[in-house]
C-alpha cells in the first residue's frame, strides 16, 4: 500500500535570545572596545594586574551588556506568555553577567564613574525606544552606536592609568568622533535602503548628515594635529561614505539588488580602513 501518511512538518525556530543576529551590529559593538585597548596598549609601557582586570570585566560587561539588550528587546515585544518566559531568561542571565563585571571595574577603578554622565543619558533613550517597541529606531540606533564609540576612550583610559576622561589625549577624542560619526551614518543608511526604502525624505537627511559628518571630521583631524596618513584615511571613509549614501540606494532604484547581508559586506572594507586609521593614529601621535 502507498505511504498515506502526510509528510512531516518542519518545526518552525524562532530566534535564538542567546545568540544575537543583528549581524550588522557587532562591528559596532567589538570595533570600539578592541581599539581602544589597542590604542591604550600603544600609548602605555606597562600594564598593572589591576588594570587587565579591569579592562577584562569591561569587555565582558560591554559585550554581554549587548546580548542583555538584545534578548530585553525580544521580551518587550513578545506578545505570547511562552515567549516572555523563553527571552526572560536570557535578558536576566546576560544582564547580572554585565552588571557585575561593570561593578567590578569601577570597583577597582572609581574613576569610572565619570562616564557615567555621557553614558546614562544614551542608555536612557534606547531603553526608552525599546520600552516603546522600537529598538530599531533611528534615535535608539544613533544613541546606541555613540555609546558604543565612547568604550573607545574608555578602555584606552584604563590602560593609560585610572579610568578618568582626563586621561585621553586629543587625538584619541579625535578617533572616538570618527569612530561615532562613520557608524551613527551606518544607521540612516542601512535604513534608507531597507526599512525606509523610497522615502525620499529619509533618503535626503540620510546622506546631509553623512556630509556633515565629512565635514566635521575633515575640521577635527586637522585641529587636533593628526599625522596626514592617519587623517587621510579617516577623511577618505567619511567622503566615501558620501558618495556610497548616494551611489547604492541610486543603483537599487535602477534594479540592482541589495539585500540586507550585501550592505553590510560592502562596509567591512571601511571598517578595516578605520581600523587602521585609528591604530596609525596613535601610532605616529
Not at 102 to 129: C, R, S, T
Not at 173 to 199: C, D, E, L, Q
Not at 210 to 236: C, D, K, R, S
Request: net charge positive; hydrophobic share 55%; proline share 6%.
Amino acid at each position: 500500500m502507498p505511504d498515506t501518511k502526510a509528510p512531516a512538518k518542519k518545526k518552525r525556530h524562532g530566534i535564538n535570545p542567546w545568540v544575537p543576529n543583528q549581524h550588522g551590529a557587532w562591528p559596532m559593538v567589538v570595533i570600539p572596545v578592541v581599539l581602544g585597548t589597542i590604542v591604550g596598549l600603544i600609548g602605555t609601557n606597562y600594564l598593572r594586574p589591576s588594570q587587565m582586570l579591569a579592562l577584562l570585566l569591561t569587555w565582558v560587561s560591554w559585550i554581554i551588556g549587548y546580548c542583555c539588550f538584545f534578548a530585553a528587546g525580544l521580551l518587550l515585544k513578545a506578545r505570547r506568555r511562552s515567549n516572555r518566559g523563553r527571552y526572560l531568561k536570557p535578558t536576566l542571565v546576560y544582564g547580572v553577567i554585565s552588571l557585575l563585571a561593570l561593578l567590578g571595574a569601577v570597583a577597582l577603578f572609581p574613576q569610572l564613574l565619570w562616564w557615567a554622565i555621557a553614558f546614562a543619558p544614551l542608555v536612557i533613550i534606547a531603553v526608552e525606544e525599546m520600552w516603546r517597541g522600537q529598538p530599531r529606531s533611528t534615535l535608539s540606533g544613533v544613541a546606541t552606536t555613540i555609546a558604543s564609540a565612547l568604550v573607545l576612550p574608555v578602555t584606552t583610559a584604563l590602560a593609560y592609568g585610572n579610568g578618568h576622561p582626563a586621561e585621553v589625549d586629543w587625538r584619541t577624542w579625535a578617533s572616538t568622533f570618527v569612530i561615532a560619526a562613520y557608524f551613527t551614518g551606518t544607521v540612516p543608511y542601512v535604513k534608507s535602503m531597507i526599512r525606509a526604502r523610497g522615502n525620499k525624505r529619509y533618503l535626503k537627511g540620510s546622506i546631509a548628515y553623512q556630509v556633515i559628518a565629512a565635514a566635521i571630521t575633515m575640521w577635527a583631524v586637522l585641529f587636533v594635529g593628526m599625522h596626514w596618513l592617519p587623517a587621510g584615511l579617516m577623511i577618505g571613509v567619511m567622503v566615501w561614505a558620501v558618495y556610497r549614501s548616494i551611489a547604492v540606494p541610486r543603483s537599487a532604484d535602477r534594479g540592482a539588488v541589495w539585500t540586507p547581508e550585501r550592505v553590510g559586506k560592502a562596509e567591512m572594507p571601511l571598517n578595516f580602513v578605520l581600523i587602521v586609521a585609528v591604530i596609525l593614529a596613535a601610532i605616529l601621535s
